[in-house]
């Protein structure tokens, strides 16, 4: 294998990183004290979840109509939804999550997505992630924008989940990865003290390539260390549950002990049902309810963290309002974002509801777009992140927010 090929395999080094290494010019600092500091986790549900099913508009005639095998029952029917406030209602499936809304901990914004009017995966997503719908020019994802306008220039600022890093994350500022699953403190080659020798000979000097491997180094250093040190304290030793529950305690606990961390990235596939979606049951039941677990677990394991966090939970679209012939739904548009945190203004379904008639439907078929995606992101970044107009403008290139929402 290429050394550059083991390099990025190993996490210390991205593709990004080697193509732009001249520019990449940020030091190491010590940890920081400072245990208040603001942490945003964005957690991205691959393939179009249907947000329709997920905060149901239940008082909305058209959409029993269109949706007779998938629709959700009323609040108080058997297997019905969990009321949120009269005219919207959760899916049952993640009931982990009503303790949050009850407390003013959780949010929803509905009818919310991209400008764009791509129904493709790929597009959709990589509009979504570089934060510029319609330009595929661009490559650099808006998390990683973001970490160049509030950067505290340490190895391990942002931390993704999963085996690959993700379109927003990718970028001139270096990215922590950590592996999802039972892989996630598996060693490596470069883990060998013979192999990590021979590499810190070979990357000894001060120039720039040298730095930025020294730089991935501590990052991975400092994340094994604390994955360690959990691992052992979890449950008298035992190992902690596989799958996305996992995954987000995992984050949790190590954004809680590493001060240094402020963002999280992980997704979670699934979401694309265009057969058996189902209502209280079906793929997408299963996936929430996971997906349910997971952020309650992840709330959980922050502990006092929580409290200076803002979880944001997005999809690339929605789903069309009427059920397909194989019980599922195919491509929309609007969406639902969700928002969940200790200071975040809670137990409301914000956004501009346009309705489901088929003249208040987007090309008469899908829920319409009525709040940008990226007015509610601004909108945590501003409120949350203390991001100002400036950085905002570097954040989202030519674009001005157009709605104040006030979740914070």
């Not at 290429?2 to 990183?17: C, N, Y």
């Not at 009017?117 to 934060?131: L, N």
């Not at 994802?141 to 950067?151: E, P, Q, T």
């Amino acid at each position: 294998m290429k050394r550059r090929d083991f390099l990025i395999q190993a996490g210390l080094f991205s593709t990004t990183a080697i193509a732009s290494v001249s520019c990449n010019t940020w030091v190491v600092h010590s940890a920081t004290k400072k245990s208040d500091r603001q942490r945003l986790i964005v957690i991205f549900m691959r393939g179009g979840a249907d947000g329709l099913n997920i905060v149901v508009p239940y008082a909305e005639p058209a959409y029993y109509q269109a949706r007779p095998k998938i629709a959700l029952a009323k609040p108080g029917q058997e297997k019905g939804v969990l009321d949120l406030d009269g005219h919207f209602g959760l899916h049952p499936a993640l009931a982990p999550l009503m303790p949050f809304w009850q407390q003013g901990n959780l949010a929803f914004v509905h009818a919310a997505g991209s400008p764009d009017p791509s129904r493709s995966h790929f597009d959709a997503q990589f509009y979504m992630e570089i934060g510029i719908p319609g330009n595929q020019r661009v490559s650099e994802g808006w998390m990683n924008r973001l970490m160049g306008a509030i950067s505290n220039k340490t190895p391990i600022q942002a931390v993704s989940v999963g085996t690959t890093k993700p379109r927003i994350l990718n970028g001139r500022m270096p990215v922590a990865n950590l592996a999802s699953g039972r892989n996630a403190n598996k060693p490596i080659a470069i883990d060998r003290p013979q192999v990590s020798a021979a590499f810190d000979r070979l990357y000894g000097g001060n120039d720039t390539l040298s730095q930025t491997y020294h730089q991935g180094r501590v990052a991975r250093e400092a994340l094994m260390t604390d994955l360690a040190q959990e691992m052992k304290m979890a449950n008298n030793g035992a190992p902690l549950p596989d799958g996305f529950a996992g995954d987000a305690q995992r984050l949790g606990k190590l954004m809680a002990k590493d001060p240094r961390i402020e963002l999280g990235f992980m997704a979670l596939g699934g979401w694309d049902t265009h057969v058996n979606q189902g209502s209280d049951r079906g793929y997408l039941a299963r996936g929430l309810g996971s997906l349910g677990k997971g952020l309650a677990a992840l709330a959980q394991s922050l502990g006092p963290a929580y409290q200076n966090t803002v979880i944001l939970v997005m999809s690339e679209f929605g789903r069309t309002l009427r059920e397909n012939g194989n019980g599922g739904t195919d491509h929309g548009h609007g969406n639902v974002m969700w928002v969940l945190g200790g200071k975040v203004r809670g137990g409301k379904v914000y956004g501009e509801w346009p309705g489901l008639e088929t003249a208040q439907l987007y090309e008469k078929r899908d829920l319409a777009v009525t709040t940008d995606f990226r007015d509610v992101i601004s909108d945590v970044l501003a409120r949350h992140l203390s991001v100002n107009d400036t950085q905002l403008s570097k954040v989202f290139p030519s674009y001005t927010p157009k709605q104040k929402i006030a979740l914070l």
